[in-house]
């Protein structure tokens, strides 16, 4: 089955710098690509996704990268702001199937 | 989008007791999906809820300890079984929006086990 890898685990960023969160899956038929904020106490909220068609992906300060040929995919967060602090997941996903997820990136942006 | 609502956001139970979360969906769905996240962890799929079958479940769940309905397009309940202190969790329904591809989460069932 497919295997979603993440890092770094931690990340902490002065308030204004770029972050930059890395996963790596292993099905080279997976397809839809998501990336998730989980703030404490609620549900994962989808930021931005991606298809295998496409290559890169911005929404304002959020972008997200893919690299079908090596199988990773990146998430890039600009000009980060202290509310951008969350626990941030990658996942993969083969058409009709369900979501794989790495293990998660906890982001602390320091003002 | 979806907009993805679960009954009850949280509860606490005893040991040997059973609860049943109930997850609803604003837009009719094909697959629906429900998740396990452990405290700190990420989250792990413990089956796939199609509408008219038996659900599907992952390696190491099984359909006694977490029954699943899927009375139709959109609605699906799962049930925590013979509760111990290790099925605290919270457990997320998910399901795909209109364009049946992007995917969605509820806002969980947090559930603590004494």
């Known amino acids: 089955g497919e295997n979603v890898e993440q890092h770094p685990s931690t990340l902490s960023v002065q308030e204004g710098d770029s972050a930059v969160i890395k996963c790596t899956y292993s099905?080279?038929?997976?397809?839809?690509f998501p990336w998730y904020k989980q703030e404490l106490g609620k549900g994962p909220q989808l930021i931005i996704d991606i298809r295998s068609n496409v290559g890169e992906k911005k929404d304002q300060r959020i972008a997200v990268t893919l690299n079908k040929t090596a199988k990773h995919f990146s998430l890039h967060i600009t000009e980060t702001q202290p509310e951008d602090s969350a626990v941030y997941f990658c996942?993969?996903?083969?058409?009709?199937?369900?979501?794989?997820f790495g293990k998660g990136t906890s982001l602390l942006v320091t003002p | 989008s979806a907009v993805i609502s679960q009954k009850p956001s949280r509860d606490i139970c005893q040991r040997g007791t059973s609860l049943t979360i109930q997850c609803q969906v604003d837009s009719q769905v094909t697959m629906m999906f429900w998740y396990r996240q452990q405290p700190g962890q990420s989250l792990t799929l413990i089956a796939t809820a199609n509408q008219g079958s038996e659900a599907t479940y992952e390696s190491g769940f099984v359909i006694d300890k977490f029954p699943i309905s899927r009375p139709n397009l959109t609605f699906s309940t799962l049930t925590v079984s013979n509760m111990s202190p290790e099925d605290s969790s919270i457990y997320l329904c998910s399901s795909p929006g209109a364009d049946q591809e992007t995917q969605y989460f509820g806002p969980g069932t947090r559930l603590l086990v004494l």
């Open positions: 099905d080279s038929a997976s397809n839809y």
């Open positions: 996942a993969a996903r083969v058409s009709g199937y369900a979501l794989n």
